[in-house]
């Protein structure tokens, strides 16, 4: 196999693991152009990934008390129906078709990177229930459908929308990746699944979370997403390119 493929696993923790956003978006492309897996069978398999990953990097930021339980409880609770729903309409359009779509996600979650500011919330966390419940439906829909964890929507959703600092927000974006990737994988559940690729992606993805959260607070972590941000461009692009040409 492409040994770029596991540099990419790799890759995707690590982002995961400084920015509690970002690696996802380049979980499907790594397992279809590099990994050779089929684009359908692929976004399942992402969110096993994507979610493990997720999941090893909320336990840390857990014992550092920087993940908000009611938060993280409220958006994963309507984010796992969202992507339980959002699973069934995967199989139902055209493999090109979904990887348009995605390599257009590719680019609006590379521009956002790019000139989004960080700005910590200023008020007490708050949590109201229709707010973060319907927020959390969304972003579990668009997790279900397209293989992705939405830490780049979920991060500033829970600074606007729960009040939460960035810190924390990272931490408990990856607690919510980590539940609605569990329920979108299991609603995938419907086909073969390679466990041997699963289990070595799944490894690489965990190893580099758990270097990247216990790297975030020494490196420039702006600096870093800005510049993961433009590998995330041009894999766009060439995705976008490769599809519609």
């Not at 380049?26 to 397992?31: G, M, N």
């Not at 086909?191 to 070595?200: I, S």
Request: hydrophobic share 60%.
């Amino acid at each position: 196999m492409n040994p770029l493929a596991w540099l990419g696993a790799a890759l995707i923790g690590l982002s995961l693991g400084l920015t509690g956003a970002g690696g996802s978006v380049i979980t499907l492309p790594v397992l279809v152009y590099l990994a050779g897996v089929p684009p359908r069978e692929a976004v399942g398999l992402s969110l096993l990934v994507v979610g493990a990953a997720a999941a090893a990097g909320a336990v840390q930021c857990w014992r550092a008390g920087d993940l908000h339980a009611r938060a993280a409880s409220m958006f994963a609770l309507s984010g796992m129906a969202g992507a339980w729903f959002g699973a069934k309409f995967t199989r139902l359009v055209a493999p090109e078709f979904l990887m348009v779509v995605f390599a257009v996600l590719m680019l609006a979650v590379a521009a956002r990177m790019l000139f989004s500011r960080d700005e910590d919330a200023t008020l007490p966390p708050e949590c109201r229930p229709w707010r973060c419940l319907g927020i959390g439906g969304g972003t579990g829909i668009m997790t279900g459908f397209l293989g992705v964890g939405g830490g780049f929507l979920l991060v500033p959703a829970l600074i606007k929308f729960a009040r939460l600092p960035l810190r924390m927000a990272t931490g408990t974006s990856l607690a919510v990746i980590a539940f609605n990737s569990a329920a979108g994988f299991a609603a995938h559940l419907d086909g073969p699944v390679d466990w041997k690729l699963a289990g070595l992606f799944s490894g690489l993805a965990v190893a580099g979370s758990v270097a990247g959260n216990a790297a975030s607070g020494m490196l420039p972590v702006k600096r870093l997403r800005q510049g993961f941000a433009v590998t995330v461009l041009l894999a766009g692009a060439v995705v976008l390119w490769r599809n519609l040409a």
